[in-house]
């Protein structure tokens, strides 16, 4: 008989052994990191929308006075490819986390496989769905597709996880500053930026982009190392904050102080404080970005300290827990909110905002989210896009 604390789902397929994760097997801080990675990820997103003729080479509005220098100035630090690669860990986290459970509870291998290739097709179509047709700034399709560049790695012994990471990490050291200084050249400190006034005229320019988007995510930004990397502190079940506090206070003090200090040279040109030449500005992004993986990690390690101490009975704590257990639906609700608020398409609040007012907007869809978590978590509700991916995932027959 199957254990009653695994889900259900496993019905539609029987050659898996297990269905996806149970409440009772679900650990806090990954979850509590997934629902702060979203205020992030909204923080982030929410100034792309602003149509604004001059951005800098992180998409954020230049002259805008001194509160919205202030916000970017601290955004740069803080924010700003920060919350992807916390996302992009998260993500390689949790596809650790599934096939581990599969191959323990007795799954073959081979049928292991074909549930990550099914989960990351099916990403891949999400994410498909959510640039062309809603018009959110996706990041599931570049997943999907990770899925399937490096999902092999997820089956294979420690030692090569770590070489590849090498690998990576040596690719991304190289490309990255070369690509952008390349950019820098192109378009200099500014880059002009209008967003298409119709769904229509949205929809193909997104279409077109879709493949674009996957391939400049894979040389343009060091997304794959931190999904590497989530698996490997899957492995060494490094969120467990009992096991590893020290390592993790480590991690989270070195992590976020060499992200603020790599940040620093982007956010003063940023707010011209400092103007320098282009070759500058490019590596200065390049430096942004690659810190950006350090930022990321001690955000997560962080939480990886709160998890043991947090109160699983407070309200906040809660409501972080319960949005976080629905990423992938408010995730997607907040991107669609964004584009609804912000974009030409619907109310066209981009044309009017500037940094300040993007940045409350994104507060508030993030509370906006965060309630609704709660009151589906408190009727035992999943996030509708969760519960659909998972039965698309564990009802496919192989």
């Not at 496993?10 to 996806?20: C, I």
């Not at 991690?251 to 070759?279: D, K, N, T, Y």
């Not at 257990?325 to 044309?351: D, H, Q, W």
Request: net charge positive; glycine share 10%.
């Amino acid at each position: 008989m199957m254990n009653k604390n695994h889900t259900k789902e496993t019905d539609g397929n029987p050659s898996l052994a297990r269905g996806s994760v149970s409440n009772n097997e679900r650990s806090l801080a990954p979850d509590l990191a997934r629902g702060f990675m979203l205020l992030m990820i909204a923080l982030a997103h929410a100034p792309l929308w602003l149509d604004i003729t001059e951005t800098n080479l992180l998409g954020r509005p230049e002259d805008g006075g001194p509160l919205s220098e202030g916000i970017n100035f601290v955004s740069a630090l803080f924010v700003d490819n920060r919350a992807v690669p916390m996302f992009a860990a998260l993500f390689g986290y949790g596809m650790a986390m599934m096939v581990r459970r599969q191959l323990s509870a007795g799954t073959l291998e081979t049928e292991s496989r074909r549930l990550l290739w099914r989960r990351s097709l099916f990403l891949l179509l999400f994410g498909f769905i959510h640039l062309v047709f809603i018009g959110g700034i996706d990041i599931l399709a570049f997943y999907g597709f990770a899925g399937l560049l490096i999902g092999w790695v997820l089956f294979c012994r420690d030692s090569i996880l770590l070489k590849t990471i090498l690998l990576v990490l040596l690719f991304s050291l190289i490309l990255i500053p070369v690509v952008w200084i390349g950019v820098a050249y192109g378009y200099g400190m500014n880059i002009d930026r209008t967003n298409p006034d119709s769904y229509l005229e949205a929809m193909l320019v997104n279409l077109i982009r879709f493949p674009f988007r996957i391939i400049a995510h894979l040389f343009m930004h060091p997304i794959l190392l931190p999904i590497l990397v989530g698996i490997w502190a899957a492995r060494k079940n490094l969120l467990n904050g009992t096991s590893h506090r020290q390592l993790l206070i480590r991690i989270a003090i070195i992590g976020i102080s060499f992200s603020v200090m790599g940040a620093l040279p982007l956010a003063m040109i940023g707010i011209q404080w400092w103007e320098p030449r282009p070759i500058m500005v490019g590596l200065a992004t390049a430096l942004q970005m690659l810190s950006g993986l350090a930022g990321g990690f001690g955000y997560l390690a962080v939480f990886g300290l709160i998890g043991p101490i947090a109160s699983r009975t407070g309200h906040f704590t809660r409501s972080l827990v319960a949005l976080g257990k629905r990423s992938l639906t408010f995730y997607v609700f907040n991107e669609t909110m964004l584009v609804i608020i912000m974009s030409p398409v619907a109310f066209g609040m981009g044309r009017v905002l500037n940094s300040p007012g993007a940045f409350v907007v994104a507060v508030i869809v993030w509370i906006i989210s965060l309630i609704l978590a709660a009151v589906l978590e408190r009727k035992g509700i999943r996030g509708p896009v969760d519960a659909l991916l998972r039965r698309l995932i564990y009802r496919t027959s192989s």
